[in-house]
């Protein structure tokens, strides 16, 4: 059974910036992909960014250029490093790990969710 704890959360103003973590128990690279996505209040969940096992890394046109997403394979933890904050970033962050082999921006090609961190921008 794989675990992912989210850790780095919190209150900033527009503008300012955050790290998220992401510690699994199990693999984060190799064969495996590991996303961010996040739920605002009243809105469904949607696709934040991801990086592939190999690396390659994708963003949702919202956070592309503010957003990068990276991992360290030796502490098995993904980092979402979040710039230039807008109120509307504000949300509930998940980091979830993809089935095997799969590569994508759908929930359903993830099996494995975080309990989650609120991200909280004031303007």
């Known amino acids: 059974q794989v675990q992912l704890v989210e850790s780095g959360g919190g209150l900033v103003q527009a503008g300012g910036s955050l790290r998220l973590s992401c510690a699994s128990s199990?693999?984060?690279?190799?064969?495996?992909?590991m996303a961010w996505f996040r739920q605002a209040p009243g809105k469904e969940r949607e696709f934040v960014a991801r990086?592939?096992?190999?690396?390659?890394?994708y963003y949702a046109d919202s956070v592309k250029g503010r957003f990068a997403v990276s991992r360290d394979g030796a502490k098995n933890t993904v980092y979402l490093q979040m710039n230039s904050l807008r109120p509307e970033d504000t949300a509930v962050y998940y980091c979830?790990?993809?089935?095997?082999?799969?590569?994508?921006?759908?929930?359903?090609?993830?099996?494995?969710w975080g309990q989650g961190t609120q991200v909280t921008v004031s303007s």
């Open positions: 199990g693999r984060t690279f190799g064969t495996y992909t």
């Open positions: 979830a790990r993809s089935k095997e082999f799969w590569i994508s921006a759908y929930e359903n090609a993830y099996d494995y």
């Open positions: 990086i592939s096992g190999g690396g390659a890394e």
